[in-house]
């Protein structure tokens, strides 16, 4: 179903508890929060553990079916749908980013691969890999359930864990990333990209709020995430430009202005350099 404009949820519309984390089993999901077999966007992140399903969950231009025990990513600001069958198996788990950043300022959630933008938002589990995360997720849900001192602490300790080891599931071969100045100056870029792509698309605009050159800027993009700072900044608006191609009824021109573009030829250049695709075509082959 594609609507004109796209909702947002919170994790207030799931639970009524002030931690910032929510923490449920998906048997009946879709009965208890039948929102979310409709189109819409969160603020806030999700990781799903399947263990026996039926039904579809589709994450902007990704379809996941269930044919092996799987984890499922959602993102803030990723449009997705969850269509499960009411006997699936399996557990969610919801939390802000001010949860997490609380304890683990120097851990930025940017440093797992299954966050960044654009990238596969499923893994799926072999025999062992399942059995391991289940006892990952039985103790989450004790110590969530239970009333017990420094209960936050905990369960974000268990979350950090949870994370890590998804990411030795995601990417095995990753070289773990060092926190330098560097590095920590192109996650603050890339943060602001995230606030202001619609409106500045210069990387000379994001140089200027970091107080470094452009050229520093590119430099450290290059070095630290192999991407230009304009490469970054494109990836973010095409993302975006093909979430509203997907899953709204916007017109073209309405999307142009939407992202910022003076005039939607400009748009249309714009879209076709990225993905070798004009956006009218995008939205035809999306709609198959």
Not at 14 to 27: A, C, H, Q, R, W
Not at 103 to 130: H, T
Not at 212 to 223: A, E, F, Q, R
Not at 257 to 281: A, M, W
């Amino acid at each position: 179903m594609q609507s004109s404009l796209i909702s947002i949820c919170n994790l207030g519309d799931f639970s009524n508890s002030n931690y910032d984390i929510f923490y449920d089993s998906l048997k009946g999901f879709n009965t208890k929060f039948p929102f979310v077999e409709e189109s819409h966007k969160q603020d806030f992140y999700s990781i799903l553990f399947l263990d026996s399903c039926h039904g579809e969950i589709e994450i902007d231009n990704h379809k996941i079916y269930f044919n092996c025990p799987k984890v499922v990513i959602i993102q803030p600001n990723c449009i997705f749908k969850i269509n499960l069958h009411p006997d699936t198996s399996g557990k969610i788990i919801s939390f802000t980013e001010t949860f997490f950043s609380l304890r683990y300022n120097n851990n930025s959630l940017n440093d797992f691969s299954f966050f960044e933008n654009g990238c596969k938002p499923y893994m799926s589990l072999n025999s062992f890999q399942k059995e391991h995360l289940q006892t990952f997720f039985e103790l989450f849900e004790y110590e969530y359930s239970a009333i017990l001192k420094d209960k936050t602490k905990v369960l974000r300790s268990y979350l950090n864990i949870l994370l890590v080891q998804l990411e030795r599931i995601y990417n095995p071969q990753i070289i773990t990333k060092t926190h330098n100045s560097k590095n920590e100056k192109v996650k603050e870029f890339e943060k602001l990209v995230e606030q202001h792509f619609k409106e500045h698309k210069m990387p000379s605009f994001y140089a200027e709020k970091l107080h470094v050159t452009p050229n520093y800027l590119n430099k450290i993009c290059k070095s630290e995430a192999s991407k230009t700072a304009g490469d970054i900044v494109r990836k973010r608006i095409t993302i975006e430009a093909q979430r509203l191609l997907h899953y709204t009824n916007l017109s073209i021109n309405e999307i142009a202005h939407d992202l910022g573009f003076e005039n939607v030829s400009y748009f249309i250049t714009f879209f076709k350099k990225q993905t070798c695709t004009t956006p009218e075509q995008f939205r035809k082959n999306a709609s198959h």
